[in-house]
């Protein structure tokens, strides 16, 4: 296993601290630095930039994006129990790491650091779509961030790069690639975690389009529920009760309101989030 910094290996920090791995927490820890070294890289070049970690844990991630350069990382962490052992890596990196406890639901990144920010994590599972939901649908754009290298289940990281090609496609694939480059680095087989999840995992990055289509964004979210809210129904079906002329309004898009929801397109619902703002 890579020797990265002189810190103890996590498993020794874990032992110290009594870190046992909490489920309501969404707690399934990256112990081995080779794989937290390799998504640091993958999120890199991080000199310049402040990195926005949610959920440092034992700190295997912050370790990493601290080693591999970063020049502050700001870690949010909901866990008090995790805070000593973050302490000791604040202290190593000379202060380069900043912790804040408390829950990334309540948080804005761009609220905490002035200039570029990456945004870097291993999510918890029950907070990772909502939180990632909140950086796609901001009104300013481009974002306050650079770039999210983001650890998902596999599951939700095809549904965030998928297009109309792919059984994944839904709601979050739209909103998804709308605005950004999305991408599946890689997959983290379960064995790679403590405790290992049940599923495989993936980190997906997703870079800012310069240029996304203008739309509505608030439209957009509604008719993007309505319609992969009922997806085996035609577009007229699952979108009436949004307007009672949904039919026209469809038709306005340049859609057919035969089409169902996982046959449009990006720029397909961006036409009918105009069509129905
Ligand atoms: N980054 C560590 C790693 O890779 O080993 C831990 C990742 S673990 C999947 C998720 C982390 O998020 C846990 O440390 C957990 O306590 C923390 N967490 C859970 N819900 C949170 C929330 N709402 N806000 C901030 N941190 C949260």
Redesign the pocket.
Known sequence: MAQIDSLPP?REVIAEHGLDA?KS???????DLNL?SRIARNAGPLEDCTVV??????????RALLAEGAKKVIA????SR?LPALKQISDHYDGRLEVIE????KFNPADLADGPIKIV???????GTQ?LLGWLTMEEWPPFWSSLTL?FQKEVGERIVADTASKHYGRLGVLANWRCHTEILFDLNPKA?TPPPKVTSSVVQLLPREKPLDCPIRALEKVTAAAFGQRRKMLRQSLKSLAPDAEDRIVAAGLKPTSRAEEVDVAGFIALAHAFS
């Open positions: 996590l909490r927490l969404g707690q399934n820890f990256l112990l937290t970690e949610v959920g440092p844990g034992p700190g295997g991630l912050t949010i962490e909901k866990d995790c408390g829950d990334a639901l994590a291993n999510l918890p599972y029950n907070v939180l650890m975690f």
